[in-house]
C-alpha cells in the first residue's frame, strides 16, 4: 500500500525521558512534515523537511528535533519530555503544489 | 499566521446545505481542504490555487477570493458521511501549510 505510516500508534512515557516517533511515505513525495495536534485539535506545524532545506516553525522548543535519514523517511526525537508535550503527532508529506498525505498519528501521554 | 474559520460548529439534518468559511490577513498563495473524523487522520478533499478558482468534489465544492484572501467550502445535500471536521489551510510563503481552528460538523438522520 502506498501511504505515510508512522510508529508506534501510542506512546505513554514519563516527563524527562526522551523519545523517538518514526515516519516513512512510499509515495515518492518530495517534502515531509510534522504537526502536532492538540486536546482542542488546532494542527500546528512544527517542521517542514526536503533534501535540500529544513523550516522549522520558531515557535517550537528546541527539545524537539527532526532526522531524516533519507527522502522517505522524518522521524521526531524530542528530548526532555513535558506534560504540555501530551498531544497527537501526525507526520505528512507532498510534492509541489498537491495536497499533504497523513500519517495516522502517533498519541503521545506524558504522565 | 492562522487562518480563521467560521462557523466553529454546525448542525445539519440529512440533505440540508453548509458553508464553512476560512480567511487570512496575509495574502495567500493557496487554500487545502481538509475533513478529519474523530480518531483519525486529516484527508485531503481539494486545494485552490488561483484568484476566484472554484473547484468540485461530488457534492462538496470550494471557491477562493485571492483579492480578499478569503476562502468557502460548500457542502450541497448533505450526507451523514460528511460529518467530521473540517480545516482549511493556508499556504503564505515557504512550503508550510498553517491550519484553522476547524469546523465541526454533524449530520443527523
Known amino acids: 500500500d502506498t501511504a505515510v505510516s508512522q510508529t508506534p500508534k501510542y506512546l505513554v512515557t514519563q516527563m524527562g525521558n526522551d523519545k523517538s516517533i518514526k515516519c516513512e511515505q512510499n509515495l515518492g513525495h518530495d517534502t515531509m512534515y510534522w504537526y502536532k495536534q492538540d486536546s482542542k485539535k488546532f494542527l500546528k506545524i512544527m517542521f517542514s523537511?526536503?533534501?535540500?532545506?529544513?523550516?522549522i516553525n520558531e515557535t517550537v522548543p528546541n527539545r524537539f528535533s527532526p532526522k531524516s535519514p533519507d527522502k522517505a523517511h522524518l522521524n521526531l526525537h524530542i528530548n526532555s519530555l513535558e506534560l504540555g508535550d501530551s498531544a497527537v503527532y501526525f507526520c505528512?508529506?507532498?510534492?509541489?503544489?498537491?495536497?499533504?498525505?497523513f500519517g495516522s498519528g502517533t498519541r503521545l501521554t506524558v504522565v | 499566521q492562522q487562518p480563521v474559520q467560521s462557523p466553529q460548529a454546525v448542525i445539519l439534518r440529512e440533505g440540508e446545505d453548509a458553508v464553512i468559511n476560512c480567511s487570512s490577513s496575509k495574502a495567500l498563495y493557496s487554500v487545502h481542504w481538509y475533513r478529519q473524523k474523530h480518531g483519525e487522520a486529516p484527508v485531503f478533499l481539494m486545494i485552490l490555487l488561483k484568484g476566484g478558482e472554484q473547484k468540485g468534489h461530488e457534492k462538496i465544492s470550494a471557491s477562493f477570493n485571492e483579492k480578499k484572501q478569503q476562502s468557502s467550502l460548500y457542502l450541497t445535500a448533505s450526507q451523514l458521511s460528511y460529518s467530521g471536521t473540517y480545516f482549511c489551510?493556508?499556504?503564505?510563503?515557504?512550503?508550510?501549510?498553517?491550519f484553522g481552528g476547524g469546523t465541526r460538523l454533524m449530520v443527523k438522520p
Open positions: 505528512a508529506s507532498n510534492s509541489g503544489r498537491y495536497g499533504y498525505t
Open positions: 489551510g493556508t499556504e503564505h510563503a515557504g512550503n508550510m501549510l498553517t
Open positions: 523537511y526536503n533534501n535540500k532545506e529544513l523550516i
